[in-house]
């Protein structure tokens, strides 16, 4: 699958290629995910315009008073309510107050995620987002797995994560760092990698599985590795 932009008078086409070469006879009869016009966004789905959003990139002083969209590429999930996989649009929503990360449904909806970086399972069902960057300690960079289908809810977990890849349709290996309770002779940072599981509905655990060195934690030595509990994402900033 590979994606990219065809200029074509000032149209910029995001057209999405299965298996084909960017110079291949079927690039005619490819559906493109979505086409920008200026601060327009036309959004497809099946050949099918199914919406639109509109970017006001001016004034970024709130939530209510700027709106920037941009298409990030494919994701490849269920498509509801069949089982087969199918390519939807996914976008990068920024407004004054931060942004986060969006797929579209295949009648024009915004699926919101909490963060950045979306990576889906294989089977199309979860979908994870963290952080951009490691170096970013905000609430979006949580880690946090949302159910596509709706069945579950969404949970989150406490350390900054960036997903890196799902080895299986439950299970998922991330880069990680948090911030653990004060200690005298301990690291204020711990960095490390992880795999994140689902043990339950609506439950995941994170297992720290290495430490990785840094400035603040140059020798981390046999420090007894982290575990981490899923909690729901209503909950988060309610505690």
Same mark, same amino acid.
Request: aromatic fraction near 10%; glycine fraction near 10%; charge should be negative.
């Given at each position: 699958? %590979?994606?990219?932009?065809? /200029? #074509?008078?000032?149209? +910029?086409?995001?057209?999405?290629?299965? @298996?084909?070469?960017?110079? +291949?006879?079927?690039?005619?009869?490819?559906?493109?995910?979505?086409?920008?016009?200026?601060?327009? #966004?036309?959004?497809?789905?099946?050949?099918?315009?199914?919406? %639109?959003?509109? !970017?006001?990139?001016?004034?970024?002083?709130?939530?209510?008073?700027?709106?920037? /969209?941009?298409?990030? @590429?494919?994701?490849?999930?269920? =498509?509801?309510?069949?089982?087969?996989?199918?390519? $939807?649009?996914?976008?990068?929503?920024?407004?004054?107050?931060?942004?986060?990360?969006?797929?579209?449904?295949?009648?024009?909806?915004?699926?919101? #995620? &909490?963060?950045?970086?979306?990576?889906?399972?294989? =089977?199309?069902?979860?979908?994870?987002?963290? !952080?951009?960057?490691?170096?970013?300690?905000?609430?979006?960079?949580?880690? +946090?797995?949302?159910? &596509?289908?709706? @069945?579950?809810?969404?949970?989150?977990?406490?350390?900054?994560?960036?997903?890196?890849? /799902?080895?299986?349709?439950?299970?998922? +290996?991330?880069?990680?760092?948090?911030?653990?309770?004060?200690?005298?002779?301990?690291?204020?940072? &711990?960095?490390?990698?992880?795999?994140?599981?689902?043990?339950?509905?609506?439950? /995941?655990?994170?297992?720290?599985?290495? &430490?990785?060195?840094?400035?603040?934690?140059?020798?981390?030595?046999?420090?007894?590795?982290?575990? $981490?509990?899923?909690?729901?994402?209503?909950? $988060?900033?309610?505690?």
């Amino acid at each position: 699958m %590979r994606s990219f932009e065809k /200029w #074509l008078g000032g149209v +910029s086409v995001a057209l999405l290629l299965a @298996g084909c070469s960017t110079t +291949s006879p079927q690039l005619a009869k490819t559906s493109p995910l979505a086409v920008q016009k200026g601060d327009e #966004l036309t959004l497809f789905h099946n050949g099918q315009v199914i919406g %639109r959003r509109k !970017s006001h990139p001016k004034d970024c002083g709130g939530f209510d008073t700027c709106e920037i /969209w941009r298409f990030i @590429g494919p994701i490849r999930l269920q =498509d509801r309510p069949a089982t087969t996989l199918a390519d $939807f649009a996914l976008l990068k929503f920024e407004h004054g107050e931060g942004g986060n990360e969006v797929v579209i449904d295949k009648v024009g909806k915004d699926f919101a #995620l &909490w963060g950045y970086n979306a990576k889906a399972a294989p =089977d199309g069902r979860f979908i994870a987002t963290g !952080s951009e960057e490691m170096d970013e300690m905000n609430g979006s960079s949580t880690l +946090s797995i949302k159910d &596509w289908l709706g @069945g579950e809810e969404a949970i989150v977990f406490q350390p900054s994560c960036r997903p890196v890849k /799902w080895i299986s349709a439950t299970s998922l +290996s991330v880069t990680c760092e948090h911030y653990p309770e004060y200690k005298e002779g301990e690291p204020r940072v &711990w960095r490390f990698d992880a795999t994140a599981a689902r043990v339950g509905v609506a439950e /995941w655990t994170l297992t720290a599985t290495r &430490w990785i060195m840094h400035a603040d934690d140059p020798k981390p030595g046999n420090r007894p590795l982290p575990t $981490f509990e899923s909690q729901p994402l209503k909950d $988060f900033f309610t505690e």
